[in-house]
């Protein structure tokens, strides 16, 4: 172990769910793949004599301790220094980073050559290795497939300690393991990003509907066209005053009287929130282009509301709400989230019982649902998905006030996310988690279903000792 690899013993606690805090015995910052791969080997060696056990940490924003170890070590992998991240221009472009770096600065880097990756999160204050083990799923998905979907090549420190490279060609199972893998099978100390020619610009633009179906018909429509948008989510807004005049401060509207005009109070709307990527001398064609997409769809036309910004700040735009929560410590409160993936013959079901009935308002945080094409994300990864080829991504993102008994308190806000959840095993939805959080391995078995047993073989290849990732909390240490 490098001599600069320095344990200590503090706690690293969740810094986003703020609701799970086990403590470790000790922290490892690496300073290299040879440090992580000691310390496992060394763990892996102790046998069954030991209980204990080691998790990567990433940014540590997962909402339910995944990334801590009661009692274990924890890696701080954004000390991992590796070699400087490097650009790989030509006809496939990527970048090869450590898995310890953060999205915002990878994005950063590549921009410098020109080029970006391709899928993305909607924050990206989160690291590589961190959404990799998810999926990293936003409003290019329906495009380009998840995160998970856009990675050349690994390098992976096993649960005994062995450092291997792995591809679609080179230890394949190991490969599709760890990509939505959950940290189980190993820890991600490399990856290689495939990227793509970066734009200068965005055109965003917002539209509300007051009709689910017409809403999804659209959002459906426009992620199966061939020359679509570059980026396509939604949100649902519940009983929302003033709500187009909070949209002006960064948008502006295309007709300002009949906007005015508009109320939102009292109603559900949904909004399509999409974009298009340009460079500034392809305005006009991108202008012609974006016109006709949107000639196509059935939104409430007053609520058409446009804007023009550069690719980094529509990219980065979840970190300028952070730095308002964190000023008002609004950030490091609990975040009891809710993430789902519907199929598409149920999302109608889904939202009629869910949007108005079950939740009659959402102002403890937003609520996100795009439908997104199975066909281009890769199904042999670990991420889990529902069968059909079209899906829902549905995120309740909510934020509990500390301390709060009433409607915004954390004993609320759990209740409701049970009731969803009750409705979609009572009424046969074929929900699947994302980011999943479950207490037995009997939820486990079902949320993998069929691909449980493929999960279990690839545990007891790649972490026999069940050493990695315990905040999962899907296999006891051996
Ligand atoms: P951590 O919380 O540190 O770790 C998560 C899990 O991965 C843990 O089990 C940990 O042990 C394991 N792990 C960490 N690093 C490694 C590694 N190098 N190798 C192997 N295992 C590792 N997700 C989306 O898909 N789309 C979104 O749009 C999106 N938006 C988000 C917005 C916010 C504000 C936040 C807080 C989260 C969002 N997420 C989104 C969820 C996010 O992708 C996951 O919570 C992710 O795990 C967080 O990354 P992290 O670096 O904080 O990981």
Redesign the pocket.
């Known amino acids: 172990m490098a001599t600069s690899a320095l344990i200590i013993s503090i706690s690293q606690p969740g810094t986003?769910g703020n609701r799970y805090h086990f403590l470790p015995l000790a922290v490892l910052h690496p300073k290299s793949v040879s440090d992580i791969s000691t310390t496992v080997k060394h763990v892996f060696k102790m046998g069954s004599t030991s209980q204990l056990t080691v998790?990567?940490?990433?940014?540590?924003?997962?909402l339910q301790g995944?990334?801590q170890a009661h009692q274990g070590v924890v890696i701080n992998?954004e000390s991992l220094q590796g070699p400087e991240m490097q650009i790989h221009a030509g006809e496939l472009p990527y970048v090869e980073a450590s898995?310890?770096d953060l999205w915002i600065n990878i994005l950063h880097e590549t921009l410098k050559h020109g080029l970006a990756p391709k899928s993305w999160?909607?924050?990206l204050h989160?690291?590589v290795?961190?959404?990799l083990?998810?999926?990293?799923?936003?409003g290019q998905a329906f495009k380009h497939g998840p995160q998970i979907n856009n990675i050349y090549q690994l390098e992976v420190v096993t649960g005994k300690g062995e450092v291997v490279t792995c591809s679609e060609k080179q230890n394949a199972e190991l490969f599709y393991g760890v990509l939505g893998g959950?940290?189980q099978f190993g820890?991600?100390t490399r990856a290689r990003i495939s990227l793509e020619p970066a734009p200068k610009m965005v055109k965003w633009i917002r539209v509300l509907y007051d009709e689910f179906s017409k809403f999804s018909n659209d959002q459906e429509r426009l992620i199966s066209s061939k020359d679509s948008f570059d980026y396509i989510e939604g949100l649902v807004i519940i009983n929302r005053t003033g709500l187009l005049n909070n949209w002006r401060s960064s948008f502006n509207p295309k007709d300002p009287l009949q906007a005015s005009r508009f109320i939102s109070e009292g109603k559900t709307l949904y909004c399509l929130e999409i974009a298009k990527y340009f460079n500034p001398d392809e305005s006009d064609i991108m202008n012609q282009k974006t016109e006709s997409l949107l000639s196509e769809l059935n939104y409430i036309p007053s609520t058409l509301f446009l804007s023009e910004v550069p690719y980094v700040e529509f990219l980065d735009r979840?970190h300028l709400s952070e730095i308002k929560l964190r000023s008002k410590g609004l950030w490091e409160i609990p975040h009891p989230w809710l993430n789902l993936l519907i199929p598409r013959t149920k999302i109608n079901e889904f939202a009629q019982a869910v949007f108005g009935n079950i939740l009659t308002g959402n102002s403890n945080g937003p609520i996100l649902i795009y439908p997104v094409n199975k066909s281009k994300w890769n199904n042999r990864t670990s991420l889990i998905t529902p069968e059909e080829e079209i899906f829902y991504q549905v995120a309740f993102l909510s934020s509990a006030m500390p301390s709060s008994t009433g409607k915004d308190g954390l004993f609320h806000i759990l209740a409701q996310n049970q009731r969803i959840l009750d409705f979609c095993s009572k009424a046969s939805i074929g929900a699947k988690q994302y980011?999943p959080h479950y207490s037995t391995q009997e939820e486990w078995q079902t949320h993998f279903g069929p691909q449980w047993e493929v999960f279990v073989r690839r545990k007891s290849t790649y972490d026999p000792m069940a050493i990695l990732?315990p905040?999962?909390r899907i296999f006891r240490r051996k």
């Open positions: 986003f998790a990567a940490r990433g940014h540590s924003h997962s995944q990334a992998m898995g310890g999160t909607d924050y989160l690291t290795g961190g959404t083990s998810n999926a990293g799923i936003s959950l940290g820890i991600i979840v980011l990732a905040g999962q």
